[in-house]
């Protein structure tokens, strides 16, 4: 349902391996403010898909949520999934625009584990101030670009000094077009592609420059992101999701998939990291996978020898409402946890409040899309 009209306000279209999620959003007096929002349950693997059945279900899925929501506007800022991307931070001399980009290209050939030219890059120079400037050879086996705008590249500036740090990243040619066609065929204009992770830390971080990670748990995928200074430091993908843990719970309990997704929502995870039921015992061996993940990662960013540790970790994707799950994380990794709120930046009718303490950690990638534009 539409709750304002704006012919300025933009779309950001989350296709998850669940649903897809649609959040609208305009400026109103420099406040980003909910036009409205969507979401529909429907499994979709962009990966694996052809511009065929599965492509046409993805599109009519998004038609289905657009008219539903009643959107005002047609252009459409989309992500691609982290893991897709490929990242580094790299060190160069100072040169020329033209000499850079030549400089970027060569630079690709050494981490991209794709052809070159089966993939659309994309590069930043990192401003002078930023943590990521002082910190060479920090590797993310996959992260996104900053200010993605595929496919044309853009400088971001100079530093004036002897080298600059360029973030260079890497996107499959194949999958940006299967984005184009879907939104070209659902009617929408795609203006701009970004990766999840710059999303997650626009909806869930904004201006903070402090080292943070987010762990975004997704329905088939989890992703864990150290950012500094507005930088994805490093960035790992794990097939382990919320399906995962249903699927688990399912097999220990003998019972259908559906009885299990209940059993999830409705038992919680002991901090203690015992407990007399299955039901806990059987998410909590799934989630050890997710902890022993974020371990290697707060181990890797420490090494990096920043000296300022990860101050804290933000939970987002549908299965951050795991109960006790914050707690959990929190005694473990004694690490301050809390569940991210991606419409802390934005305004909203006050009767929606309980909608998105229900669904408002599935909606972050949405939400950070939607205020790109905006300059959120």
Known sequence: MSIFSSKQSYLGIDIGGSAIKLAEIKSVNNRPTLVTYGF?????????????????????????????????????????PSFTVFSSIIS?????????MSAVKWEAKKFVPMPVEEMILDWEVLKEDSLAAKVAGVNAQSAGTKDTNLPSPEVAGKTGAKDVKVLLTAAPKNLVQKYMEIFKAADLQLVALETEAFSLERSLIGHDKAPIMIVDIGAVASDIVVFSEGIPMLTR????????????????????????????????ISTQGTT??????????????????????????????????????????????????PEYFTKLLNIRTYIGDPWARVSYPMELKPVWNEIGPRFAVAVGLALRQLGG
């Open 237 to 268: 993908s794990i097939d382990v999701g919320g399906d995962t843990i249903t699927k688990t719970i399912a097999s220990t309990l003998r019972v259908t998939p559906e009885r299990a997704e209940q059993f999830k929502r409705d038992f919680f």
């Open 276 to 325: 007399d039921s299955n039901i806990p015992k059987a998410i909590e061996f799934v989630v050890n996978s997710i902890t022993n993940e974020i371990r290697y990662v707060l181990n890797l960013y420490q090494n990096q020898g920043t000296g300022r540790n990860i101050e804290k970790i933000i939970l987002s994707g549908g299965s951050a409402y795991l109960t006790n799950l």
């Open 92 to 100: 160069l001399p100072q040169m020329s625009k033209k000499e850079l």
């Open 40 to 80: 529909a349950e429907k499994r979709s693997d962009l990966l694996k898909s052809t511009v065929g059945e599965e492509m046409r279900a993805i599109v009519s899925a998004i038609k289905q949520v657009a008219e539903a929501a009643k959107i005002s506007s047609r252009l459409v800022v989309s992500a691609l």
